[in-house]
């Protein structure tokens, strides 16, 4: 990101701003599962350090993401939309959020998934650009 390379934006400023805006959200989208904020702000500053020493590690060094209840990570339970997996704790992260690891990405948390990937909605959840649609669905 330009702005982290100049050094007028950092990637923990800009995980705090998303922060701010996930919380004024959620009530309404209810897109979250888990927030590993600790977390997060630990691999922001990470990050905010790797860009001041000019030792980046890829394009998406330093930009939060969330990651779908689906995909194993180390840091946060699994429970893939079903109540049969609620609160199940993995040791590893699943390939795909290894290597967003790897490339520097912050993990933020765990957003809602339909139930074990299939096609039942995620009942009550909206999408934050349109309340038509829900999380997890395919529908734009």
């Known amino acids: 990101m330009p702005r982290f390379q100049d050094g007028t934006d950092t990637p923990r400023a800009y995980l705090e701003r998303c922060l701010e805006v996930i919380a004024a959200r959620e009530p309404v989208v209810r897109a979250c599962v888990t927030l590993n904020e600790a977390g997060a702000r630990e691999a922001a500053d990470a990050a905010t350090a790797r860009y001041k020493a000019g030792r980046v590690l890829s394009t998406i060094d330093g930009m939060p993401i969330g990651i779908k209840d689906i995909l194993q990570t180390k840091d946060m339970p699994t429970g893939q939309g079903t109540p049969r997996f609620k609160g ?7 390939a795909s959020v290894l ?8 993990i933020l948390g765990k957003t809602v998934t339909t139930e074990l990937g299939t096609a039942t909605s ?3 959840r909206w999408r934050t650009w349109s309340s038509v649609s829900r999380p997890g669905s395919a529908t734009a």
Request: with cysteine.
């Open 88 to 94: 199940v704790q993995t040791t590893t992260d699943s």
């Open 99 to 106: 290597a967003l690891r790897q490339a520097g990405a912050v």
């Open 122 to 124: 995620c009942a009550g």
